[in-house]
């Protein structure tokens, strides 16, 4: 069957250190996997996009990764602020645009003082 | 630059009743999709429509769920016959004319429907 999954459901991290998320699917081939951040209350707000033919994209403090082979995604916030606390998700699309999105269930970051 | 738009952004309904969800693209976006979070789920897609069609169906209940795009106005989704069960947050997306690349998809702030 189809999954995809964010293996830590919550994450504490101490400010100033890098937080790690992590993405794993089966039973896709997705030619995109996006990254959103919600706040609670909010809709999902995009964070980055990572095509399957990129190993790795940045935006300012953000990294992702993207490995086909390990079926995986890797997201990244380096030097973490308390501000960064909300919840992470990863989606998946399978198509070149305009698709439905296939979320995960989403990582809670909280950053610690 | 008004982003996507919602209301209401609380509705209480009692069960049997009819609710209805509208939804607002962003300016020069004619993709809307709908999608259901449940407490502690993820985003679920519920429906995926262009202006006067619907495109994607396929995870929207067979039953008592409708929605629509009209040429005029904004999207809606319409649960009739409410149950408990259909308490969620329900967010509307939408995104541009496809450019041929993957484009992210653009959220509203939610409705979220209790039904007592």
């Known amino acids: 069957s189809q999954k995809i999954e964010q293996n830590s459901e919550a994450l504490n991290i101490q400010e100033g250190k890098t937080a790690t998320l992590t993405c794993n699917y089966t039973?896709?081939?997705?030619?995109?996997l996006q990254w959103y951040r919600q706040d609670p209350g909010r809709g999902p707000v995009f964070l980055l996009l990572?095509?399957?033919?990129?190993k790795e994209k940045r935006k300012e403090r953000l990294k992702v990764t993207f490995d086909t082979t390990l079926k995986q995604s890797l997201f990244h916030i380096t030097a973490s602020q308390p501000a960064d606390s909300a919840t992470y998700l990863c989606?998946?699309?399978?198509?070149?645009?305009?698709?439905?999105?296939?979320f995960g269930k989403g990582t809670r970051l909280s950053v610690i003082a | 630059n008004a982003g996507v738009m919602q209301n209401p952004r609380h509705l209480v309904r009692r069960r049997g009743q009819e609710a209805r969800l509208r939804c607002s693209p962003m300016?020069?976006?004619?993709?809307v999709y709908w999608y259901r979070q449940l407490p502690e789920e993820g985003l679920k897609f519920m429906v995926y429509l262009q202006k006067e069609n619907i495109i994607d169906e396929s995870g929207m209940p067979k039953e008592r769920f409708s929605a629509e795009f009209p040429k005029e106005g904004p999207s809606i989704l319409r649960i009739q016959q409410v149950v408990r069960g259909d308490s969620a947050a329900y967010f509307c997306?939408?995104?541009?004319?496809?450019?041929?690349?993957?484009?992210?998809?653009?959220f509203g702030p939610g409705t979220r429907l209790t039904v007592t």
């Open positions: 300016k020069g976006h004619s993709h």
């Open positions: 989606a998946l699309d399978e198509d070149s645009g305009n698709t439905p999105l296939v």
């Open positions: 039973n896709y081939s997705p030619a995109y």
């Open positions: 990572i095509r399957e033919n990129e």
């Open positions: 997306a939408s995104s541009p004319p496809n450019s041929g690349s993957s484009i992210e998809q653009y």
